[in-house]
């Protein structure tokens, strides 16, 4: 049996790492994701480079088997444990991801720059497009709630955002994980915009919906207005507090405003 494993992302902390791998089985591709509760147990110099890293992981126990997620930690100095399946694969809720969209094998997109953790600038076979996905299961939070905004936005028929083109999946079950959004061009807004940047955010603040980080990074000048990007913070409006709501409001515009502002560089830019 012919096998390679290929690292895709990680998440490294002190004391320990979560790494998500590709491993290629007799023409076949799939997602594993391994948790190393004790980073000690990789030499540093392995810990976060990929030939050095599968060198190093496929020296324990079980690696060759077959799991979808492997936890190996110590006991003491010298007991090694590596338990298969101890955690479970994530997944945007069903319940989330219900709309009519198309899905997409997140292996099948080719990733054409990385723009930072979490996004990707891919093309999915018949077009360029944002990848935005839950690497791991912490990411799950943000992810829900971005996707959430975007279809929000969609059954309203709002383009103040990038439009949600599809679904992205893993493995067999189809576990969804991410979504692809439209490229939109345009550029970072600055001071000069603060006048329709505001109407624009009081227009998705008609809608019910706060954007909680309006720096000048997520606010794009497309030919066609202000467009907002990265909605991971966004809040929808609370059916029965209208004080609440006022304030969350009047926060998400002074922090627009602010940053409009500001000379510093806040955020990262897609593209």
Known sequence: ???????????LSPSDCLYRLQREE??????IYVHVANIDLLPEESQTSGFELIRDLSRFSGW??????????????????CVPNAFKLHAIPQS????PYPLFNILDLQVLT???????YVTNGTEQCYLKYARFAFEIQWTTKELGAYHALAQKNSRLAP????????????????????????RPANVTDEKRCEEALQSLHELGITHGDPNKEN?????????????EDSAMQPLDNPQAW???????LCKMKMHLRSSSDVGCSWS
């Open 1 to 11: 049996m012919s096998r390679r494993d290929v690292l895709l992302d990680l998440d």
């Open 26 to 31: 007799n023409d076949t591709a799939r997602v």
């Open 64 to 81: 060759d088997d077959s799991w979808d997620t492997l936890t190996i930690s110590k006991d003491g100095d010298t007991d090694v444990q």
């Open 96 to 99: 989330i991801a219900c709309g």
């Open 114 to 120: 990385s723009k930072k953790p979490r996004v990707a």
């Open 163 to 186: 439009q949600l083109l599809g679904y992205v999946f893993e493995g067999s079950g189809r576990r969804i994980i991410g979504f692809l959004l439209e490229a939109l061009v345009g």
């Open 219 to 231: 606010i794009l000048i497309t030919g066609s207005g202000p467009r907002f990007i990265d909605l």
């Open 246 to 252: 006022d304030a969350m409001k009047n926060d998400d």
